[in-house]
């Protein structure tokens, strides 16, 4: 049924790599993240890595490689349960207020939009979540308008605060801590990407969507602070 | 409890890594050299999920607060306790207020300081391993480690034994093909198994290699990377991953070296050989 045929390397001794067309395209990541709850952890599977198009699965000892490849193959094959898998929309309030958006005005003239225009091509589209990585929470999105790609910033910031939503290119992200970053800032989410205290750090998964709310500043500080005390739902839908 | 009198350079608490949460983006972390971390816990007869103190380059002075079953495995740095010499891969008691501190370097770059029990600081996402981003970045002067109550002073088996000097002074380092090694020509392929040097551009992300090869290779599609993989960097020099290295990356992976092989790389310092082998 999949139109894939996915391959397999040996990555060292003790992981597998399998690796789909290399393209940035929604099927292969829903293909991917389908497949990769289905796997059967309780083989000595430690860690799996999701990316644009390939599946990384770690084991806890060295591997006799054809052995796992033959179950994943199998696996591969038995489709049936992985079409419905249920995915999020999360819906992640952001305030593109000018003190925080320090790029909006720049980017409004490079552009000839209004900084309200630039807002709303920013905050229409469900954005696909590819996968999480660079940083932790840091999520790889994909969807942005053409007529807000923008380059990166020639000198890179030293540091771009917590929660900054940022363009370049043909990227936006949010940043999930402070960081050194080349992104031009549009505005910023008072919602933690990353939460080391809860059991699921980071609320998203790849294949989840999510889209940006624009909210303005007293509820900015509003939500930071239920945030903070752990008080704030993020909202999501099915789909 | 072990007092930090002196921080060092750059020590950390370590155990076997941070697994399962990769897919959030977390680094794996863990004891870079592995292999003498395991060798340490052995000796002090604890189990492999202990966390051990990692000492950077001999730098840094600790107190045993109570009496306290320790041994020292990895690069040698001339350790003593209140003074007095003391031997690598030795269990030891230590009587509550010794310092242990280090001076001339013998061999190696990294060493474990194990201590029976292991050390209790806090689990953060299922490990104790200090992971920048995750949990503070090292230890800092005036830290308090807490250790478990230790029990009687015997000697185990395992109480004098050598690591094998291969692990010290041998150039090879043991790896596979990585997921983008047959993009390479034949020329190429050559040139990545004959010897390089280390560069001083080395810490727990990575080490990087100073010769560059011929790279004609373009950008990958940002894909997974792991402890040990060698990248083939857009100027031509290759950088060996470590423990803290991020999860994804867009540089060709050209090799990967063997679980073992990035253990003893973490002992080697700027200008040493390296030679990968098949």
């Known amino acids: ?239 | 409890m072990i007092k930090v009198l002196h921080p060092g350079i750059y020590n950390t608490i370590q155990d076997q890594g941070r697994f399962g949460f990769a897919k959030l983006g977390v680094p794996l972390a863990g004891a870079i050299d592995a292999y003498a971390a395991e060798f340490g816990k052995a000796i002090v007869g604890g189990k492999t999920t202990d966390a051990v103190i990692e000492i950077t380059f001999g730098q840094g002075k600790f107190q045993f607060m109570e009496t306290t079953i320790f041994c020292l495995t990895g690069g040698d740095f001339s350790p003593t306790l209140d003074g007095d010499p003391i031997g690598m891969n030795r269990l030891y008691n230590a009587e509550a207020t010794a310092v242990l501190s280090f001076g001339k370097r013998n061999y190696g770059a990294i060493t474990y300081l194990a201590v029976q029990g292991g050390v209790q600081t806090d689990r953060v996402l299922k490990s104790r391993s200090f992971s920048k981003g995750i949990t503070r970045e090292r230890l800092e002067k005036g830290d308090e480690l807490e250790i478990l109550k230790q029990e009687e002073y015997t000697e185990t088996k395992y109480a004098r034994i050598r690591m094998p000097v291969e692990h010290f002074n041998s150039a090879e380092l043991p790896c596979f093909p990585g997921p983008e090694f047959d993009q390479l020509n034949e020329k190429q392929k050559l040139r990545l198994f004959e010897p390089f040097t280390l560069s001083a551009d080395q810490n727990r992300v990575g080490y990087r290699l100073n010769e560059p090869i011929e790279n004609n290779l373009d950008h990958i599609l940002t894909s997974s990377v792991l402890p040990g993989t060698v990248q083939l960097t857009p100027s031509g020099t290759l950088i060996v991953l470590m423990n803290d290295c991020q999860v994804s990356g867009g540089y060709p992976r050209v090799l990967q070296l063997s679980e073992y092989a990035t253990s003893r790389l973490s002992q080697k310092v700027a200008g040493d050989k390296v030679q990968f082998t098949r």
């Open chain 1, 1 to 239: 049924m999949s139109k894939y045929k996915p391959t397999y390397k040996p990555f060292g001794e003790s992981t597998i790599l399998m690796e789909w067309p290399s393209k940035i395209e929604e099927t292969i990541i829903r293909d991917i993240v389908a497949f990769e709850k289905s796997v059967d952890k309780s083989r000595g599977i430690v860690d799996t890595v999701i990316t644009y198009n390939a599946l990384t699965i770690r084991y806890d000892c060295e591997i006799d490689f054809e052995v796992e490849v033959a179950e994943l193959r199998d696996r591969y094959k038995v489709k049936k349960k992985r079409e419905d898998q249920a995915s999020k929309c999360w819906q992640i309030p952001v305030c593109y207020d000018l003190d925080f958006g320090i790029d909006l005005d720049e980017i409004a003239s490079a552009k000839e939009l209004t900084v309200d225009e630039v807002i709303q091509f920013h905050s229409a589209p469900d954005y696909l979540i590819y996968f999480i990585g660079f940083q932790p929470g840091f999520l790889y999105l994909g969807g942005l308008n053409e007529k807000i790609h923008v380059p990166r910033k020639a000198i890179p910031r030293l540091r771009v605060a917590k929660g900054s939503v940022g363009i370049g290119g043909s990227q936006t992200g949010v940043y999930p801590n402070d960081s050194a970053g080349g992104w031009n800032i549009l505005g910023r989410s008072p919602i933690d990407f990353f939460d080391i205290s809860k059991p699921q750090p980071c609320f998203a998964s790849a294949g989840d969507r999510i889209k940006f709310r624009p909210i303005d500043k007293d509820s900015y500080h509003q939500i930071m602070e239920e945030e903070q005390d752990g008080n704030f739902m993020l909202k999501s839908q099915a789909i």
